[in-house]
């Protein structure tokens, strides 16, 4: 029986693989596709990826992949696929995403393990300035990577520039006190950004800020929004969460900020979770609630996250206030939901205007 593409593709990237010290144990999904999990092993070091086999590998394929499908995504990924041309390879590299191809070519990094293999072409030439065949490029990693954009903290410079263009025109100062960071690391996020193509002499790049969001989104549900999760429960009410602010027990030195299915403007109706945010948060406001605590987060149908940015200029009023743009984009993505993908998609072309 002939052997499917992706099939092989796994298969010979776990070789080369192997060649490089990496011990691998691939589990497929159940629904046919070539992706699956694997588990990398060196050593006493071992980390699981999602396998993601990309015959295209792409920045703009692996980021509409994985926003289109967001069960699970709890491990990071692995992209595989026959062959990563260098342009790839180093936004790949810069954003932080793992890949190995069939050429063994290939970028990981966990634990004090690091793999970093450049250049290898379909001809066979050797690539320049490598070492030698005998060193695996299996080293101990340097530390974190300044040029991951997504990591936690840079994230949330990431979202303060989305919602806030015009900060980058402001002093640094006034981008870090929104994003609720450090001055230095508000200034190192801007440079790597810079260095990453997506703003140029302190401005957003139109063409590729659609791009960028769409990679900050699908890093957002494992990354910062784990991050931000303060506490998870259920309601008395059953279905869907018929609770107007209004309603909610809540500190009055505090908006109650809203995000997700719960945000009114997206004219969903009855949300069936409320997802909201506060700059703290007391237990004791669930308990005058009625809330209970969640025994799984799938149970969970009100859920509370901490707000880190604060909002240039005078404070919202009111009662209730709507999250930034992209926090409500990527809470509403981050749902397995085709309804509020949908929702998502409308949203995005209402605020972001963004290509």
């Known amino acids: 029986m002939a052997i499917d593409a992706g099939d092989q593709i796994v298969e010979v990237v776990r070789e080369r693989l192997a060649e490089l010290g990496l011990q691998s144990r691939f589990t497929q999904d159940r629904t046919g596709s070539q992706d699956g999990v694997i588990e990398l092993t060196t050593g006493r070091s071992s980390q699981e990826f999602d396998l993601e086999v990309k015959h295209s590998m792409s920045l703009t394929t692996v980021a509409g992949d994985r926003l289109a499908d967001r069960d699970g995504h709890t491990r990071p990924a692995l992209v ?130 659609g791009e960028l969001l769409h990679l900050w989104a699908a890093a957002y549900p494992a990354g910062l929004g784990v991050k931000l999760a303060i506490a998870s429960y259920t309601s008395d009410r059953g279905g869907s969460v018929d609770i107007a602010p209004a309603d909610i027990a809540w500190p009055d030195q505090y908006p109650i900020v809203l995000s997700g299915e719960s945000v009114p403007d997206l004219g969903l109706g009855r949300p069936s979770k409320h997802t909201l945010y506060t700059p703290e948060w007391n237990p004791t406001v669930a308990a005058r609630n009625r809330w209970r605590p969640a025994r799984t987060p799938n149970e969970a149908d009100i859920r509370i996250r901490h ?29 397995n939901d085709p309804r509020l993908r949908e929702a998502a998609t409308d949203w995005r072309a209402r605020h972001a205007r963004l290509p």
Do not use: C
């Open 307 to 335: 707000q880190f940015w604060t909002t240039p200029g005078p404070p919202p009023q009111g009662r209730s206030t709507t999250a930034p743009w992209p926090i409500v984009y990527a809470d509403l993505m981050a749902e």
């Open 80 to 209: 595989v696929g026959a062959r990563i041309h260098e342009r790839s390879a180093r936004a790949f590299r810069d954003l932080g995403i793992a890949y190995a191809d069939m050429l063994g070519n290939a970028s990981i990094r966990f634990d004090n393990v690091l793999v970093d293999v450049r250049g290898r072409r379909p001809d066979g030439s050797e690539p320049r300035a490598l070492p030698t065949a005998d060193d695996r490029h299996l080293g101990a990693d340097p530390g974190p990577s300044p040029r991951n954009l997504f990591s936690s903290k840079r994230s949330m410079v990431i979202a303060s520039i989305l919602t806030w263009p015009h900060l980058l025109h402001e002093p640094t100062k006034s981008l870090a006190q929104a994003a609720g960071v450090s001055l230095g690391l508000a200034h190192e996020t801007v440079h790597a950004l810079e260095m990453a193509g997506y703003l140029v002499g302190r401005r957003l790049r139109l063409d590729r800020a």
